[in-house]
């Protein structure tokens, strides 16, 4: 990871539209901290280009030719690599935009989001700390969980009800409401530190790669009501 000041977070830009890549390329370019390294013109191209630049975070957009978003997210994650994914969509209520934090995708972000929210975005993804816009990101999943079908697991719930401990099925429903790791601390009354133990354990005991795909697990195993 480079976001500790040993170098450059290393951005992919995969989106169909010129215009886009060469304007998100130019205001992250301007970024001290922040470098793109390629451009992919749609999900194919961006699947490849991911195994041979190794970047850290990729700007996909959902609808592009030959292999679209979700599934180039799906086999990006699936490759076991540590590039995270932040989608690109147009609406912040968009099925699609769900789909692909279902196949792993870290967070989403607004194409018409400011230089600052952009750069903000790719920071908060590379060091998957938190969820990304979470007010917007939960409204998303509440939205769409009432769609999904029930949880893929038989007895998921039992599962986590089991595997986890009290507390750190407690810290699972606050990820998913969107608390970040310092509103978690003072709610529960703990230090920070304690709070990112757990998280970390929650993530290893259910197998999720980021927080992004255990406030999805939460949703998806009712632990947290839509409301």
Do not use: C, W
Request: hydrophobic share 50%.
């Amino acid at each position: 990871m480079t976001t500790d000041g040993k170098g450059a977070i290393r951005v992919l830009i995969a989106d169909d539209q010129m215009m886009v890549r060469e304007g998100f390329s130019v205001l992250l370019n301007a970024m001290p901290d922040i470098e793109v390294v390629g451009e992919a013109v749609n999900g194919r191209e961006a699947v490849r280009q991911v195994r041979e630049l190794a970047p850290d975070v990729v700007l996909m957009d959902i609808r592009m030719p030959e292999l679209n978003g979700i599934e180039a997210t799906r086999e990006i994650v699936a490759a076991d690599g540590a590039a995270k994914v932040l989608v690109l969509t147009t609406f912040d209520l968009d099925e699609y935009v769900y789909q692909a934090l279902r196949a792993g995708a870290s967070g989403f972000l607004l194409k018409d989001a400011s230089a600052r929210q952009l750069a903000d975005g790719v920071r908060v993804v590379a060091a998957g700390e938190a969820l990304l816009a979470p007010s917007v990101t939960r409204r998303l999943i509440t939205e769409f969980s009432r769609l999904t079908e029930p949880p893929r697991l038989a007895a998921t719930g039992q599962a986590v009800q089991g595997d986890l401990t009290e507390r750190e099925t407690e810290v699972l429903v606050l990820i998913a409401r969107g608390l970040s790791n310092a509103e978690m601390a003072q709610r529960l009354v703990v230090a920070e530190s304690t709070v990112k133990t757990h998280v970390s354990r929650i993530l290893v005991k259910l197998g999720l790669r980021d927080r992004t795909q255990a406030a999805v697990f939460a949703y998806e195993a009712r632990l947290v009501t839509p409301a």
